[in-house]
């Protein structure tokens, strides 16, 4: 089952492919913060993440400084996409990612999360209860046509204290890549 506003956050003991951040393996604990965490479902050959890279890592960014924690999270089989390997996960990251970049190999994690495309972002409060699930906004390929900031909304709401007036929305790109 998918997880809905207000549930807890599956925890998690995962190996690490940016060693520039991070211990070899983490756990949501490990990348969670005092104010909240965020968690991305991504990958290395979607074009919406590839797309989004930029903007993923300003997120991140912004919430270092908010004192959220941040981790990307590759669940797709590298049978089905090679690109998606822990190694290619540890060359996307040497060239340069500010937060940890998880391998959820046995798609365990993806599963808990119900996480069913990338990039698909999911946002804790301090209590690691979910607060906002969905896309960041609406043109994850085409920056320059967005009309949304439904993830930045629910980030302002997080630190404002207050519940997002949008908790849920549906994301926008390639589907997860399930092993057969």
């Not at 997002?164 to 997860?176: L, Q």
Request: glycine share 8%; proline share 6%; aromatic share 8%.
């Amino acid at each position: 089952m998918p997880l809905e506003t207000g549930d807890q956050a599956p925890t998690f003991s995962l190996p690490n492919a940016n060693d520039a951040v991070g211990g070899s393996s983490m756990t949501f604990d490990d990348v969670s913060g005092s104010r909240g965490t965020l968690i991305v479902f991504e990958c290395n050959h979607c074009p919406y993440v590839v797309a989004s890279v930029s903007r993923i890592n300003a997120v991140a960014e912004q919430c270092a400084s908010l004192n959220i924690g941040f981790a990307g999270i590759n669940s797709n089989d590298p049978v089905v996409y090679e690109n998606d390997s822990f190694e290619h996960m540890v060359k996307r990251a040497e060239g340069g990612m500010p937060y940890p970049y998880l391998h959820d190999e046995t798609q365990t994690v993806a599963h808990a999360y119900g996480a069913k495309r990338t990039p698909e972002f999911y946002l804790f409060d301090d209590q690691h209860r979910l607060v906002y699930q969905g896309r960041m906004d609406d043109s994850p390929r085409h920056p320059g046509e967005v009309t949304s900031s439904e993830l930045a909304d629910a980030i302002a709401a997080l630190v404002a204290g207050e519940q997002p007036s949008v908790d849920y929305t549906e994301s926008i790109g390639c589907s997860v890549k399930w092993k057969a």
